[in-house]
C-alpha cells in the first residue's frame, strides 16, 4: 500500500449508469509574474463521478466547465464476459457510454481489467492460469474485439490493458513475465483497431520507485505507447503528504527509464481531516501539480484527475471489503477525493474553483 494507490475509478463513471488568473502588476516598477506556459498538446481530463442528483449530463457540463478533454470508462472482464465466450454485461456500459459520449465533445480513455489492483477480474474458468496461458490470451483478444466494437462512435485516446498491476503482482518476477508476456500478445490487436491511441497497462506511482517493480513495468513500457500511472501522495496509513511532495514526485516521473511519454490517468487528494487533510490542501495540491507539471510537461503528456464528485457514502464499504482494507483514513480517502461533494447537488468545494483557473490560465 503505502503511496500505491487503489483504483476507485469503477464508481465514478459506473455507479451512475455510464461511467489564478494572471496577476496583474501594480505599478512602481513591480514587473508582473510570468504567465505559466501553454498546455500546448498536454491532455486534461477528469473522471466524470456522479452526485446524488441523478443527472449525468450536469456531470459532463461540469467537466467541460473545468476545461476536461478526456473522460474515464473502466470495465472489468468478469462484468463483460459471463461465462467463457459468452459476453453479456449488464448493463451494457460500452454501449452506454457510446450512446451518452458521442453527443459530447470528449475523447475516452478506456482501462479493460483483467488486473484491478489487489483484485484478479478475470473469470473464474481463468483464475488459476498464468497471464501468458494461450487460453488467457486469445479470451482477451476476443473480449477487447467485443467491447471495441461497442464503442464505434467515439474516439479513443488512450487504452489500458488492466489496472494499477503492480498491486498484484507486487514484487513477484514470474508474474511480471508472463504479464509482460500477455500484454506483448494482446497489445498489437487492440493497438490495429485504434491505430491513434496510447496503448499501455495502467500502474501505480510505485513503478516508478519500488524494485523489481521499477524495472519489470519499465521492460512492459518497451512494447507499450507510454508509462501510464496512478499517483495519490500518501503515507502508508492514507493520511496525506506535504502538497509540497509534489515537485519531487513528478520528477521521479519524468525520469523514469527510456524516453516514452507519461501520462497520469489518475491523480488526487482526498479533503479528509481524518486523512490530516482539507479543501485548502487540496486546492494548495492541484496548484503545485499544475506548476509541477509545467516543469515538467516535455515527459508528462496528460493528467487525468480523480475525481470530479466525492463517492455515495453507502458505496465505502462496499470499497472497504473489495480491496480488503478498513481503516478511518482509508476510508476518508476513498469518500472525499471529488473536486465536489455528493450530496444533492454536489457542492463544489475550494479546488473546484482553483482546477478551473490553473486550467483557464494555460490556455
Aim: a negative charge.
Amino acid at each position: 500500500m503505502g503511496r500505491r494507490p487503489f483504483n476507485l475509478s469503477r464508481r465514478g463513471f459506473v455507479a451512475s449508469g455510464l461511467a489564478l488568473s494572471a496577476c496583474s502588476g501594480s505599478g512602481g516598477g513591480t514587473a508582473p509574474p510570468a504567465p505559466p506556459p501553454q498546455l500546448a498538446g498536454r491532455v486534461v481530463g477528469v473522471h466524470p463521478t456522479e452526485r446524488e442528483d441523478d443527472d449525468f449530463n450536469i456531470v459532463a457540463d461540469r467537466v467541460e466547465d473545468l476545461g476536461g478533454e478526456i473522460v474515464s470508462l473502466s470495465l472489468y472482464w468478469d462484468d463483460i464476459e459471463v461465462s467463457p465466450g459468452v459476453y453479456a454485461p449488464s448493463p451494457n456500459f460500452p454501449q452506454i457510454a457510446n450512446e451518452f459520449y458521442r453527443t459530447r465533445n470528449f475523447r475516452l480513455s478506456v482501462s479493460l481489467v483483467g488486473i484491478d489492483t489487489n483484485n484478479d477480474r478475470r473469470p473464474a474458468d481463468l483464475l488459476a492460469l498464468p497471464y501468458d496461458d494461450p487460453g488467457v490470451i486469445s479470451r482477451f483478444e476476443a473480449l477487447a474485439a467485443f467491447v471495441l466494437d461497442q464503442l464505434p462512435d467515439v474516439t479513443i485516446d488512450c487504452f489500458a490493458i488492466g489496472n494499477e498491476i503492480d498491486g498484484l503482482l507486487g514484487g513477484d518476477v514470474a508474474k511480471w513475465e508472463a504479464y509482460r508476456r500477455f500484454f506483448a500478445a494482446v497489445a498489437p490487436g487492440v493497438k490495429a483497431r485504434l491505430p491513434g491511441a496510447c496503448v499501455g497497462a495502467k500502474a501505480t506511482f510505485g513503478v516508478v520507485v519500488d524494485e523489481p517493480a521499477r524495472t519489470q513495468y519499465a521492460a512492459l513500457v518497451d512494447g507499450a505507447d507510454a508509462w501510464l500511472l496512478t499517483y495519490y501522495p500518501l503515507n502508508a496509513d492514507f493520511t496525506v503528504q506535504s502538497p509540497s511532495a509534489v515537485q519531487a514526485d513528478f520528477a521521479r516521473m519524468a525520469g523514469a527509464p527510456g524516453a516514452k511519454p507519461v501520462r497520469l490517468l489518475e491523480i488526487g487528494f482526498p479533503t479528509s481531516s481524518v486523512c490530516g487533510s482539507s479543501e485548502a490542501l487540496q486546492a494548495e495540491f492541484i496548484t503545485r501539480m499544475f506548476a509541477s507539471w509545467d516543469d515538467y510537461s516535455n515527459r508528462i503528456r496528460e493528467i487525468d484527475y480523480f475525481c470530479l464528485h466525492d463517492f455515495d457514502p453507502a458505496i465505502i464499504t462496499v470499497l472497504e471489503t473489495y480491496y480488503g482494507v478498513s481503516s478511518p483514513q482509508f476510508a476518508g480517502f476513498l469518500g472525499t477525493l471529488g473536486l465536489r461533494a455528493w450530496a444533492g447537488d454536489g457542492g463544489a468545494k475550494s479546488g473546484y474553483q482553483r482546477f478551473k483557473e490553473e486550467v483557464a490560465r494555460r490556455r
